[in-house]
């Protein structure tokens, strides 16, 4: 059981990424999955969160109209889509979901933004 993210790196303010995360060992689809982030020196922060269906996705304040929540559960995959990147979005990008009564959490993706 578990996650693994991948599509971080380094861009320019103002610039796009797109993080992945692939899930194995469960239903991914009987899921909801979140995106949380930790920026350097700082506690985790929730970024998004997307239903098992694909439906409701929900945004912190701070990337709404920015970032995309989206997943594939033919994939079993969820992603992230960030665009009109800052320097505040740079930290570790995890994804993460509730499975049987724990988080399960993967190692995480390094976004970096800087000029």
């Known amino acids: 059981v578990q996650l693994v993210e991948s599509g971080g790196g380094f861009a320019q303010p103002g610039a796009s990424l797109r993080l992945s995360c692939v899930a194995s060992?469960?239903?991914?689809?009987?899921?909801?999955v979140n995106w949380v982030r930790q920026p350097p020196g700082k506690g985790m922060e929730w970024v998004s969160t997307?239903?098992?269906?694909?439906?409701?996705?929900a945004y912190a304040d701070s990337v709404k109209g920015r970032f995309t929540i989206s997943r594939d559960n033919a994939a079993s995959t969820i992603y992230l889509q960030m665009n009109s990147l800052k320097s505040e979005d740079t930290a570790l990008y995890y994804c993460?979901?509730?499975?049987?009564?724990?988080?399960?959490r993967g190692r995480g993706t390094q976004v970096t933004v800087s000029s």
């Open positions: 993460a979901t509730l499975y049987r009564g724990s988080t399960l």
């Open positions: 060992g469960f239903t991914f689809s009987n899921y909801s």
């Open positions: 997307l239903l098992s269906d694909g439906r409701l996705p």
